[in-house]
């Protein structure tokens, strides 16, 4: 079984630059999580996706962060314009139906200049 | 609210000594409590998970965690260290089954 795949891996970007990540889950997982890690913390959930409606993303910074997840399988995060404490490992996950093992994939190291 | 607090954010243990990685969680209900291990430039592992069974989960590697109500604890254990399980480890409450709430993190070292 495929996991989790996200690209680019790594991205470095200048301040004010715009910048997006993509995540492809685990075939037929209902729930699509984006994660914000930044170093030394825990990973803190920036919006749920339960197919193509989102659930909750309260925590998402909406004058600058979107997110997307059309047809309910692949999602893109977007950050227009980039400040520097949006440095960061960006993690997605997907979970059969969000109430169930989530999975990780190998996330996408942000770094803003 | 709901809320994770792993004690002590670095962790080190000999090779084949007992590993305590602590964690106490707060939750307004009987939460689904989980450890996840994260190895360098990874994505995150689900190590186990306590869903109102039995209080004590075995998971994957040798770990295991007990489920203490009375002390709102979930603390992971594994008798005998390797080199291999050098890694950071998250605790993670979730009050629904839905919604995760992750700890800071606990990196542990083993020293051979």
């Known amino acids: 079984e495929a996991g989790v795949a996200q690209s680019p891996r790594y991205k470095i970007i200048e301040k004010r630059q715009s910048v997006a990540f993509w995540c492809n889950p685990i075939?037929?997982?209902?729930?699509l999580y984006w994660y914000q890690q930044i170093l030394g913390q825990g990973p803190k959930l920036l919006i749920q996706?339960?197919?193509?409606?989102?659930?909750?993303d309260s925590q998402l910074p909406k004058d600058r962060f979107s997110a997307e997840r059309l047809k309910g399988v692949d999602s893109t995060l977007k950050i227009q314009p980039a400040k520097l404490e949006d440095s960061a490992v960006y993690l997605c996950?997907?979970?059969?139906?969000?109430?169930?093992?989530?999975?990780f994939g190998p996330g996408t190291r942000l770094t803003v200049l | 609210a709901q809320s994770v607090t792993q004690l002590g954010s670095h962790v080190s243990v000999s090779e084949g000594a007992l590993v305590l990685l602590r964690c106490n969680y707060s939750?307004?209900?009987?939460?689904?409590l989980f450890w996840y291990v994260q190895y360098p430039n990874q994505g995150l592992q689900l190590l186990l998970k306590?869903?109102?069974?039995?209080?004590l989960v075995k998971g994957i590697n040798g770990f295991e965690a007990e489920f203490k109500k009375s002390e709102t604890s979930f603390h992971l254990t594994k008798p005998s260290a390797h080199m291999s399980d050098a890694a950071e480890y998250f605790c993670?409450?979730?009050?629904?089954?839905?919604?995760?709430?992750f700890g800071t993190g606990t990196s542990l070292t083993v020293i051979p």
């Open positions: 996950a997907s979970s059969l139906d969000g109430y169930n093992e989530q999975f």
């Open positions: 996706f339960q197919n193509n409606g989102v659930v909750d």
């Open positions: 939750s307004s209900v009987p939460p689904y």
């Open positions: 075939s037929g997982h209902a729930t």
């Open positions: 993670a409450v979730s009050p629904t089954g839905n919604q995760f709430y």
């Open positions: 306590y869903t109102s069974a039995a209080t």
